[in-house]
């Protein structure tokens, strides 16, 4: 059983350590505050914790926020390595992340297998040089395997169980997954931005607007029956690279879910989707998996099966407006060197009328 969550021991933020979320970006700010969060600072800010490093630490892959796995001098609960996660300025504000702690601290207490935060010093959210990070077990293990039913289905159980959870409740402070903010406004911004070149942006928002028309009119999150679709606390992003996979023979193999940076309230399909791949028939038969798994846990509403690729447009419009927002993080050109390009802006393009036509296609039968 997870120790329960605290946060009424943290202390009060102070000016340069709060995190406020919509804040207007500017691509053009430099340094960006990442420059500041040298290996001392990552060891600094454990030590402040009461962990102390042995000066082993590795950067992880991760680009929204900066995550080190760092070896400790004396194991923490039979722990010899942790995970220091420090997030992104400016994007999410304390009553954010610390609902995402809470929800982690939930799942935890129902033995789902969700790697959660530590709780140090009765929080789970700490302040250090300016950022805010949080810190939790290392836990190691692979993508997991899913052309495998069997994987599949073990999946499939634990989303239902993170899903019942997260049926309970409502988050009160972390935003819903809608059209609005994952391509309305991304649009939006974009275009304000001049990040399109001149000469293929017309063809950008052409195709952008039919594929906002389209979702908008067919309304993917109330299923189109003009009735609201049933939105709960999701994991949010939910795909391989966020589940470790373990031996089943060794003790308690199987999954452990990573990362609810991302966690919102959103249609449950939004944790399924983002795990199936390859053509129709290879993306029905693991879909066929999950639900098998799923279903002994939680119903599953079959009209949400509409909603993938709606979903799969608005994460494409999104991603795009992502990239463009973190170019000033040093990060980001170095690791996505073609965004932005001509070639990149007519490819998108290309997606998004392919993505028009997949909304319209009849979607996914599983029977």
């Known amino acids: 059983m997870a120790p329960a969550l605290s946060h009424g021991g943290c202390p009060p933020a102070t000016p340069g350590d709060n995190l406020a979320m919509n804040r207007a970006h500017d691509p053009d700010r430099s340094p960006h505050p990442y420059q500041a969060l040298t290996p001392d600072v990552v060891l600094d800010a454990l030590a402040s914790v009461g962990l102390l490093g042995d000066g082993r630490l590795t950067a992880l892959g991760s680009y929204e926020n900066r995550v080190y796995q760092v070896h400790l001098e004396d194991p923490h609960d039979r722990h010899g390595a942790v995970v220091a996660k420090f997030y992104r300025p400016e994007r999410w504000s304390e009553a954010q992340i610390q609902e995402e702690h809470a929800f982690a601290g939930e799942l935890a207490a129902a033995e789902i297998p969700v790697v959660a935060p530590l709780v140090l010093e009765g929080c789970t959210l700490h302040r250090f040089g300016g950022f805010a990070f949080s810190v939790s077990p290392w836990r190691g293990g692979r993508a997991p395997e899913l052309d495998d039913f069997e994987v599949l289905e073990w999946i499939g159980r634990f989303l239902a ?42 063809a950008w928002e052409k195709a952008c607007n039919e594929a906002i028309y389209l979702i908008a009119n067919y309304d993917p999150l109330t299923l189109g029956t003009g009735q609201e679709s049933s939105k709960i606390r999701l994991h949010g992003d939910c795909h391989p690279g966020n589940i470790l996979w373990t031996p089943t023979d060794r003790p308690g193999g199987g999954p452990h879910f990573v990362d609810l940076d991302d966690a919102r309230m959103g249609p449950a399909v939004q944790d399924l989707w983002m795990l199936l791949s390859g053509d129709r028939r290879q993306r029905t038969l693991q879909l066929s998996g999950l639900l098998d798994g799923y279903e002994q846990f939680r119903t599953f509403d079959r009209r949400e099966l509409a909603l993938i690729e709606p979903l799969r447009t608005l994460r494409l419009i999104h991603y795009s407006a992502w990239l463009a927002r973190r170019w000033n993080d040093p990060i980001f050109p170095a690791n996505f060197p073609w965004f932005g390009s001509r070639d990149y802006w007519r490819g998108q393009v290309d997606t998004l009328h392919e993505q028009i036509e997949a909304m319209q296609e009849d979607p996914l039968d599983v029977g």
């Open 161 to 202: 169980r993170i899903h019942t959870v997260g049926a309970a409740r409502a988050f009160t402070e972390r935003p819903a997954l809608d059209v609005q903010a994952f391509a309305m406004e991304p649009r939006d911004w974009l275009l304000a931005h001049d990040m399109i070149p001149l000469d293929v942006q017309g």
